[in-house]
């Protein structure tokens, strides 16, 4: 069947790679078995499932970032035969025209953005950079993945979603025939998003053959061709485009149906836990901010790229640097992020593999960390108590593969996620603060983890979350600030407020 | 353990080669010696391996060794002292330069290994300038403060094997450090510190103040270690007085098992990797091969065996593939 | 205590002299790494070789801890004899002690009065600077002088600088006498501007020589008490074409040294005898082995007094030399 | 440029307070001597700092510069060697040595510390036992090879200021450095491996190749430059030539703005962070310090330097913080 070209718009869907019962196992425990399939051309191939699937496995697999433990992958030409490809690494793969958008960020930071876009196949004429035309190029792409940055700024002065912006920018300018983009949309706000499925619409319509993992089954409804599903790294299925609804997509994934929030009955005049008067960040020097967040209360920020909410829950957390008067309970938050911790604040970073994980070392201990301080006996370790919280978190957090010994490195993306998670969980601070905090995760993992801080709210502690996606602000929030360059421009009961209205005071717009 | 099984093979192979080719490894002086010298490096190590851990580096140790050295017998025998004011006091100035180099590195975000090179000059720049470039010694005198690393105990049913003094500082500091970074808090921390500090700084630890401990402690044990060098010796030259044995020390913590990234701590692997180095240079003269050879030997003798044990351990990841596979 | 240290090795040679020992094993051990030891390990073999004993030669590159180290592996293997230059004899009693109580002891080259050792074998640094002061004295009528040494901590070092200063500047001889480093001596027509150490860094000796003669330019002439800082003088002079003009009185027997006497750039220069050090000792040693005393003075000292080397000696001295070396190399290699 | 300011004004502070307190700084033989020695520096801190961009460190280079440096002479004078063989030979040794440094970290995935801490005895060892701890020299012949390092060119109108021939393998390795970070593609892949070695490997750069080729770079410019200063001495004894030219040289790249992360690469930085080093050993003699003040001195005035340095940074960052908020 796969023999046969498939009519699809206006392309021909002809298959470019045919993959025949791949797998991977990493010291002997599968991730992977038994994946089959065809990438076609022209065509948008999405991979979904929960974390912990398969789902960066199989795309690692696919652009020789890993090689496979069995299973063959041949390239098919356009006269229907197919060569095997030894892919032992990424340049044979780049050689075979896949490019690779890796889940985790990976820049080199002390390049400039046009240098980053085009590392490794750098404009050259005898070795020597061809300066002026890399920088021409770069820009191009770069307005193509609607990214307004000069082609010479440092990477490292990037948001964590202008970074991807340029990972991406990177992969579509080696103009790949296939091309894998691994969980592109999670740090994206709504609009970049967006615009990014645009260029995936138009990449399609030019021939190229795209692989899609995402957790927003919207996104993959929008706009994929065929659906992929994992589970457990067995592949359940592939759905074409007119069988794809959500419910079965989810059946396949989950195996079991998500719960649906259950409304929340908010007391009426609790009285303020977080207290926040003429903040002034690093970046935003120009405004002070000012707002409160009740006992029980959960408040999400809403806002583009670079509004300036990191920055805010950053500050609160005392991890960055800032003017302005914060409290809590009526105490003042002052002295560094340590002291802070003490005081009942806890938060979850944005950016996870920089300033949230210890990828070497075991979830055990990264679950762990703030708990030991919190409950140490003169100094010491409460090791059995250590060892029940690590249980208890793992459980609650239905962290997979379920091992506390288990090196937090190789988790999938969502299961570090909701390691981080777990730790700022497992102390129950008087304040939370969330950024981001459901990048990576799966539909159902989002549930629970929302339903986890929910659980956190109900027992009296204040959350103050950021979110890019508009769809968790609206679920999770009792009350919505939207920030707009540095500014808080305006305020949304949850049950008040609307998504085109959100986004038009996001924008700039007045209220 | 599973950690050090290399280096412990490699301590295990040279002890027997030596005592095989060499004369009189298995004599109880011999022995007593080399547990005194495996001791007084170890005390080093400890303290380079603590840096290390928090992902640092001590270039400063073998100057803060002969700073510490030299005042010790300076103020007792130059100037005249009670060694109850001397001893504390060099203990606490080596705390001290610890110190400054933990406000250098946390507060100014200068670089370790720049500040500690800085240091590496300007310790040994003092002593020599201090002393006038003279050496120093006890001239014979002060045989009970000296005997705080030169007693020896006799111990039961071991011969003429006669246990020195300084192996209670050494045990008493293994156990400490080892208790800190197994079972408190302020240890997990710094090891959470050295893998990634900012991931630290964010789940507020504090990761400043652990940092500047961790370059306390190292020069406090450099210090502490310094003195029982020069109780041992008799005297020094400010001049070359510990030169190197930073790289003693660090290649000893390295040996251990602890990687120059941070984070990882192995507190028997580092008296291991001590104890190696120290039997190497026996070694070779009770070989007899020569003194020429010294340093080549030790290299060569080290680079092989890091290299086997990288090889070693992926045969037996592989093989470890294997047979898990097979299971399958 | 120090004579019953003393008494037990002579009651062992006693022992030795009734069942003499068949192939003895003595020990020769320097007070660091340069030329002047191997050549006392040339004298050291070629003694190992006519005796028909063996001879182990260290040389600590590490200062004190790393001679104490060797002295203590060198007693664990069982070595008859020591023969060692003590690198700071006042404060290394013990380890002195322990060889004297396992082996028996002699020093070389720097002596340790107070350590129980059966005899010393040298020369007295402070008489050698001396030497060399008199030298620069009877060839350069007055001016600026610059003194350049590996190092001063050693005693020997020490001496030395202070007897050439003495016999440069014609001042009794009183070997306890000490100038500081730092001060600058103007005395009957001299200045002496100062003392410059180098920790044994060839590239700053070089540098140090340069650097003065930057700040100084009026030099009349340098010093150089350790082989190589007389060698880095004649180089840098040449090169700065100053040969000639500032006279140069060396010490040992660098080979641009020995050239530069016969090109007349450098006045002359003060040899010790190290091959005959290293010659003795293992004579001496060998013979406490066989029971046989006699070859220790009344005095406990067996003095090889340092040569002046001119241009009028100076070829019969290189040849004679030569010959030593090679012969000591061979005697090495076949041993 | 920027980047590098903190060491010039550094660099010229000391030099003015030089020429003020001390004698004949500003004389033609005094600059001329210090741009020799600058020279000779330079070209072990550029292999050192090409090695740093790489993410890497090479502790080996004093032994190189040693073993390198000692069988120049021993080739030439005792095996009477041609010197079209012996320098050849010298240098394609180096190479192989950085080649093996870089096989060992790149491909057996070892520390670059551990394994270059192994080399720097290893090197020195084979030296020592080459030599049997002989000194090695020209004995006043080979003029014409020596001139490669002892060559002096007269220069128009800079008195008697005299160029030294090593200013011209100098110049031509800072512009080709410089090139090559800058300008070609093979150096931007090298910056990326340093800073993040991973990003580098996924875009396709030939990672391991390239951190190789950085140590072969180091060590050869070890090799080349211990050719050079054995040149420039004359002889040398394989036991101390070389000690410690390795931190001489990692610190002035370091100083010169190469940080030891990886990724930053700062070609003239380096040559000014030599200059400093070098000028600052001077000063203490002109100036009278004596030498037991050596160390202490270069120790403090880098340590008073780097904090200056890290302070104004600061302070201007605020500064150019506040001014664009005065123009918003
Ligand atoms: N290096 C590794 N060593 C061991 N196990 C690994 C390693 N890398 C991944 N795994 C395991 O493989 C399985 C699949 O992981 P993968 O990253 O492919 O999941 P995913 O579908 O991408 O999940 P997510 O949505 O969370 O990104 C997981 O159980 C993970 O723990
Ligand atoms: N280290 C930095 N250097 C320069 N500018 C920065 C830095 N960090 C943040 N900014 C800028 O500050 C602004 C606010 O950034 P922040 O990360 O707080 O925004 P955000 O609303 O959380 O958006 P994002 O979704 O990108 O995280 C952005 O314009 C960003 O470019
Ligand atoms: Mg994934
Ligand atoms: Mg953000």
Redesign the pocket.
């Known amino acids: 069947m796969a023999e046969l070209p498939v009519r699809e718009g206006s392309v021909l869907a002809r298959t470019v790679l045919r993959v025949t019962g791949i797998g991977r196992r990493?010291?002997g425990?599968p991730?992977?078995t038994g994946v089959t399939m065809d990438v076609r051309a022209g065509e948008v191939l999405a991979v979904v499932?929960e974390?912990?699937?398969?789902?960066?496995?199989?795309l690692k697999i696919l652009s020789g970032v890993i090689a496979p433990s069995d299973g063959v992958i041949e390239q098919v030409d356009a006269n229907g035969t197919s060569v095997p490809l030894q892919m032992e690494n990424v340049r044979e793969a780049a050689r075979a025209g896949i490019a690779l958008v890796h889940?985790e960020l990976n820049l080199a930071e002390n390049l400039d953005v046009a240098g980053s876009i085009f590392l490794g196949r750098e404009p050259a004429r005898f070795g020597f950079l061809k300066r002026a035309t890399m920088m021409r190029e770069a820009r191009e792409w770069l307005h193509r993945v609607g990214l307004n940055v000069d082609p010479s700024t440092q990477c490292e002065s990037l948001s964590i979603a202008q970074r991807q912006l340029v990972e991406i920018a990177k992969a579509l300018s080696t103009q790949a025939k296939i091309l894998i983009l691994d969980?592109p949309t999670s740090s994206l706000s709504a609009r970049e998003a967006a615009r990014l499925l645009a260029i995936v619409k138009v990449l399609r319509a030019s021939g190229v053959a795209i692989v899609f993992v995402s957790?927003h089954l919207d996104e993959v409804l929008e706009i994929a061709d065929r659906v992929l599903v994992?589970r457990d790294?067995q592949q359940t299925g592939i759905l074409n485009r007119d069988a794809c609804d959500r419910a079965t997509i989810e059946r396949l994934m989950v195996g079991r149906e998500i719960a649906a929030p259950a409304a929340r009955v908010l007391p009426v005049d609790a009285q303020v836990r977080l207290q926040v008067q003429s903040l002034q960040t690093v970046h935003h020097r120009r405004h002070r901010i000012s707002f409160e967040v009740r006992a029980g209360e959960i408040v999400g920020l809403a806002g583009l790229v670079g509004a300036g909410r990191t920055e805010v829950l950053e500050a609160i957390a005392g991890v960055t640097s800032s003017a302005g008067h914060a409290s809590l309970d009526g105490i003042a938050l002052t002295g560094n992020a340590s002291q802070r911790v003490c005081e009942g604040v806890a938060l979850v970073p944005e950016d996870r593999a920089r300033n949230g994980l210890f990828l070497q070392d075991s979830v055990s201990m990264n679950l762990s960390l703030a708990w030991i301080g919190q409950h140490r006996q003169r100094g010491l370790v409460n090791r059995q108590g250590e060892r029940a919280i690590v249980n208890h978190m793992i459980s609650r957090m239905r962290v997979?593969?379920p091992a506390p010994a288990r090196r937090v490195?190789?988790?999938?993306?969502?299961?570090q996620q909701k390691s981080v998670i777990g730790r700022c969980l497992a102390v129950n601070p008087k304040l939370l603060l969330l950024d981001e905090p459901t990048r990576?995760v799966?539909v159902g993992a989002r549930a629970e983890i929302h339903a986890e801080v929910r659980r956190l709210a109900d027992t009296g502690s204040a959350v103050l979350f950021a979110s890019s996606e508009l769809e968790e602000v609206l679920m999770l929030a009792d009350r919505i600030l939207v920030m707009h360059e540095g500014r808080i421009l305006g305020e949304f009961a949850a049950r008040d407020a609307t998504e085109v209205a959100i986004m038009h005071l996001a924008t700039g717009g007045t209220a | 353990m599973k950690k050090s099984l290399g280096i412990i093979c490699l301590f295990v192979a040279i002890c027997l080669i030596t005592a095989i080719y060499g004369d009189g490894f298995l004599t109880g002086f011999n022995l007593t010696n080399l547990t005194q010298r495996t001791a007084l490096f170890s005390i080093l190590a400890l303290g380079a391996g603590v840096v290390i851990v928090a992902g640092g580096i001590d270039l400063s140790i073998g100057s803060v060794v002969c700073l510490a050295g030299i005042m010790t017998p300076w103020l007792l025998v130059e100037h005249g002292w009670s060694a109850w004011a001397v001893i504390p006091l060099v203990l606490a100035m080596s705390a001290t330069i610890g110190l400054f180099h933990g406000v250098l590195i946390t507060r100014l975000r200068l670089q370790p290994f720049l500040v500690t090179l800085c240091g590496l000059l300007l310790y040994r720049g003092i002593a020599r300038w201090m002393t006038g470039d003279q050496s120093q010694g006890f001239q014979g005198e002060f045989e009970d403060v000296r005997s705080i690393a030169l007693a020896r105990f006799d111990v039961p049913f071991l011969g003429d094997y006669r246990l020195p003094a300084t192996v209670i500082p050494l045990v008493i500091l293994v156990v400490l450090i080892g208790l800190f970074f197994s079972r408190t808090v302020w240890g997990r921390w710094l090891l959470a510190t050295g893998r990634n500090e900012n991931a630290a700084r964010y789940s507020g630890v504090p990761t400043a103040w652990l940092t500047t401990g961790a370059y306390v402690v190292c020069s406090l044990l450099a210090g502490f270690g310094g003195m029982l060098f020069i109780f041992d010796i008799g005297s020094a030259q400010p001049s070359d007085f510990g030169n190197f044995y930073e790289l003693y020390a660090i290649a000893a913590a390295v040996l251990g098992g602890c990687s120059l990234r941070g984070g990882d701590a192995n507190v028997l692997g580092i008296v291991v990797g001590a104890a190696t180095l120290q039997v190497l240079r026996t070694a070779i003269i009770l070989v007899g091969l020569g003194s020429q050879l010294e340093f080549a030997v030790i290299g060569g003798v080290l680079l092989i065996g890091i290299a086997a044990d990288e090889l070693v351990r992926r045969y037996s990841a592989r093989r470890a593939e294997q047979t898990s596979r097979m299971q399958h | 205590s120090q004579g019953d240290l003393v008494a037990a090795q002579k009651a062992r040679i006693a022992e030795f002299a009734k069942h003499p020992k068949a192939r003895s094993h003595v020990a020769f051990v320097s007070n660091g790494v340069a030329d002047f030891w191997t050549i006392a390990k040339a004298g050291a073999m070629a003694a190992g070789r006519e005796l028909g004993c063996d001879v182990t030669v260290e040389f600590p590159g590490g200062g004190l801890s790393d001679q104490k180290r060797m002295l203590e592996d060198l007693i664990i293997r069982g070595v008859d004899g020591v023969s060692v230059s003590p690198i700071d004899p006042t404060n290394q009693i013990e380890v002195l002690q322990l060889v004297a109580e396992k082996s028996l002891l002699i020093t070389n080259d720097s002596d340790a009065p107070t350590a129980p050792r059966l005899c010393y074998i040298g020369m007295d640094n402070y008489i050698a600077g001396r030497m060399c002061g008199e030298l620069a004295r009877a060839g350069c009528k007055g001016g600026e002088v610059a003194i350049f040494i590996g190092r001063l901590e050693q005693d020997n070092a020490k001496r030395r600088r202070q007897g050439f200063i003495d016999g440069l500047l014609g001042r009794s001889s009183d070997p306890t006498r000490y100038d500081e480093p730092s001060k600058v001596i103007s005395e009957s027509g001299y200045t002496i501007v100062g003392t410059w150490t180098d920790s044994f860094d060839r590239a700053k000796a070089k540098a140090n020589i340069e650097d003065v003669m930057t700040k100084h330019p009026k030099l009349a002439l340098v010093t150089g008490l350790f082989e190589y800082n007389s060698t880095l003088a004649v180089e840098v002079f040449k090169q700065s074409g100053k040969a000639g003009k500032i006279l140069i009185a060396g010490f040992d027997e660098g080979a641009d040294v020995i050239a530069g006497i016969r090109d007349g750039i450098v006045l002359g220069t003060v040899v010790q005898d190290p091959y005959g050090y290293g010659y003795e000792s293992v004579k001496m040693l060998n013979a406490f082995t066989k029971g046989d005393f006699s070859m220790v003075p009344a005095n406990g000292m067996l003095p090889i007094s340092a040569r002046v080397i001119k241009k009028d000696n100076v070829d019969a001295f290189w040849a004679d030399l030569k010959a030593k070396l090679k012969a000591g190399k061979e005697a090495a290699s076949k041993a």
């Open positions: 990493y010291a425990i991730a992977l499932g974390n912990g699937a398969g789902k960066s496995t199989l889940q969980e957790h994992l790294g997979q593969p490195q190789t988790l999938s993306g969502g299961n990576g799966d």
